[in-house]
């Protein structure tokens, strides 16, 4: 299958350095429906980067038609990437200016919900067509006001997914199961992503302010759809397993079901060949339902249940130890999940600093303690 790789620069922050975005296409770029995926903004969460390159492989293999058009970005922060710090790679935060790469996406929907409104028209597919032009030109326009490389890269992200009909933002926890964040208001529609995906959980978002890359996709459409307009993109973020699930054998597991993903939506041919079995119950629930278990103390985290594990309120998941008590039978407290769920993700660092989350349980119902609503 022809593959075109485009290298798209980012401005360089100092003299005799320039970083690039690289991105593979399959398929004519005016065909629809397209399909971006991009993988790696949290520099250090490899397992999607890894899946994409053998979703590459896959592609090339030429087994199928490619229907429509898709954009796969493997590595979509360079800047991260290049962040060492004492010999560990440190992706998650930009260096120069604090900031969660995977938060501060621009929200344009204001903008676009301005520029698009006494333009619709009975034809909701003209709309949609009408309503990705103005994105594109009101990021166009915010292109030429980003003032360093990193807002730079967060618009050239946008550029290149906001006239997808699917877009998928693969990332990992610290330890995990696989899971999805999904837009409330794309569900239960986007239930075959997490069938084919072999989600464990789905978690239903709504607006926030923190602006992460699939809030800032979203966000246009969102706004629209109260006005009567049907959304033109569904976003996801997965989160594929933990950050040291890294390897062939996982990464072409994942390949397989994102390539599926992409031929049951008609992207690419064989869509007769895509069994999604609906036997089982999707398991979805509000991202509010999700529950962070904190540390209240400092400690030595020793958990008692593993990843995958029904717990129920009131159940101790781990122990924090502190070895420099006075009393050793002092110097340890009981964490306990607060609801019924699925223990889903795990602190991988088996220390907790005053207010660290340890865990992260999934109930099907919103709890109290949640500090934030925010994807990971
Ligand atoms: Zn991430």
């Given at each position: ?13 100092s ?33 999607g ?49 604090g ?9 344009i ?5 301005a ?7 009975r ?30 890269l967060?618009?050239?992200l946008l ?7 699917l ?26 992503i ?29 706004k ?5 307009v ?41 869509a007769?060949e ?51 008590a ?43 303690s ?7």
């Amino acid at each position: 299958m022809t593959r075109i790789v485009s290298r798209f620069p980012l401005p360089p922050m100092s003299l005799g350095t320039e970083r690039h975005l690289t991105v593979h296409s399959y398929g004519d770029p005016d065909a629809a429906p397209k399909a971006y995926l991009q993988a790696g903004l949290h520099a250090g969460e490899l397992a999607g980067s890894l899946a994409l390159h053998h979703l590459i492989r896959r592609l090339d293999a030429g087994e199928h038609e490619i229907l429509g058009h898709v954009m796969i970005v493997p590595v979509a922060n360079p800047i991260g990437q290049s962040q060492v710090m004492r010999g560990t790679m440190s992706g998650r935060f930009a260096e120069s200016d604090g900031s969660n790469f995977n938060r501060g996406f621009p929200d344009i929907s204001e903008d676009v919900a301005a520029s698009v409104r006494g333009a619709m028209t009975r034809d909701a597919a003209a709309n949609v067509t009408l309503v990705r032009e103005a994105i594109g030109e009101v990021l166009a326009d915010r292109a030429g006001m980003a003032a360093t490389e990193i807002d730079y890269l967060r618009i050239t992200l946008l550029r290149l997914a906001c006239d997808a009909d699917l877009a998928l933002d693969l990332h990992c926890e610290e330890e995990g199961l696989v899971h999805l964040y999904v837009d409330a208001m794309h569900w239960p529609g986007a239930s075959d992503i997490d069938r084919l995906l072999k989600s464990h959980v789905t978690l239903l978002t709504s607006p926030t302010a923190a602006m992460s890359f699939d809030e800032a996709m979203t966000a246009p459409w969102r706004k629209l759809q109260a006005e009567g307009v049907e959304a033109g993109c569904l976003t996801s973020t997965i989160e594929l397993r933990g950050a040291a699930d890294v390897g062939d054998a996982l990464a072409e597991e994942d390949a397989d079901g994102l390539y599926q993903i992409l031929q049951h939506r008609g992207i690419v041919a064989g869509a007769e060949e895509v069994e999604i079995e609906d036997e089982t119950p999707v398991r979805a629930g509000p991202v509010e339902g999700m529950e962070r278990i904190i540390a209240p103390t400092p400690g030595i985290i020793s958990f008692r249940v593993p990843l995958g594990a029904e717990v129920t309120a009131g159940q101790p998941i781990a122990d924090l130890v502190d070895p420099t008590a006075d009393d050793p039978a002092e110097g340890r407290i009981e964490l306990t999940a607060g609801c019924d769920g699925l223990l889903y993700a795990r602190r991988a660092q088996r220390f907790a600093h005053t207010g660290a989350t340890v865990a992260k349980v999934a109930s099907s119902r919103p709890v109290t303690s949640r500090t934030t609503h925010l994807t990971d």
